[in-house]
């Protein structure tokens, strides 16, 4: 199984507990050994998936990772558009980062969004 295949499992495998879920039950699952998980959890830590918890534990992921689908209409769209854009002029290297992550998620939504131009200082989060 490809490493980022056993990424994806993992998360599906903590999204459906409702309990703390042991290594070894994951690695079973997944047929790899404990050390695998141990070192896949720690890479999707620090990829900052909301995985917590610790060995001899068990492992947890934070409810509403992945949200729902949310439907916008044109104007709430180019209002997170605009949200966006001021997030992004404040300095913040991971703000920058998650808002072009969350404007390249709207702009694969709602392609009609993009004729929106903000200001033209600070920095463009358009995704053409």
Not at 19 to 43: F, G, H, N, Q, W
Not at 51 to 63: F, L, N, Q, S
Request: hydrophobic share 45%; aromatic share 6%; with cysteine.
């Amino acid at each position: 199984m490809a490493k980022t295949s056993r990424f994806f499992e993992i998360i599906q495998i903590l999204r459906a507990a409702d309990t703390p879920v042991m290594a070894k039950e994951i690695a079973r699952e997944l047929e790899v050994s404990k050390r695998t998980i141990y070192r896949d959890i720690a890479t999707l830590q620090a990829m900052r998936t909301p995985i917590h918890g610790e060995a001899g534990v068990g492992y947890i992921i934070r409810g509403g990772y992945d949200l729902p689908p949310i439907n916008f209409d044109q104007e709430e769209a180019e209002a997170i558009t605009v949200g966006l854009s001021m997030v992004a002029r404040t300095g913040d290297t991971d703000l920058l980062k998650a808002a072009k992550r969350a404007a390249r998620k709207l702009h694969d939504a709602a392609p009609a969004v993009d004729h929106l131009l903000t200001s033209s200082w600070g920095c463009s989060l358009r995704m053409q």
